[in-house]
């Protein structure tokens, strides 16, 4: 992990490639709120996201992805339910986490 950097109210905070449930923040907790995240896909085959809040997985990004090499901006707004968000990140892929974490 590469630490929590702070912006205009909201924390950004890196994940780099083939890393597994990578907590956002210190610890945390149920209603850390994310934003958005930044997803930068240098290989289309191996470009998988997911984030999970401890309960549910959401596939964010597929393996394979339509368009390729570049960068994604997926806004979500969500707050977790029961625990901090942890996002999984394929070989070919990091991301930028946006939002509020503990």
Do not use: C
């Amino acid at each position: 992990m590469s630490g929590v950097q702070r912006g205009y109210g909201y924390q950004y905070e890196t994940v780099a490639a083939s890393q597994t449930t990578q907590m956002l923040g210190a610890s945390g907790a149920a209603g850390d709120y994310l934003h958005r995240l930044i997803v930068t896909v240098n290989t289309a085959a191996t470009s998988t996201v997911t984030l999970t809040d401890g309960v549910t997985a959401i596939p964010i990004v597929p393996a394979l992805i339509g368009s390729g090499v570049g960068v994604v901006d997926i806004e979500l707004n969500m707050a977790s339910l029961t625990s901090g968000w942890k996002v999984t990140t394929g070989a070919g892929v990091t991301v930028v986490a946006v939002g509020l974490f503990s």
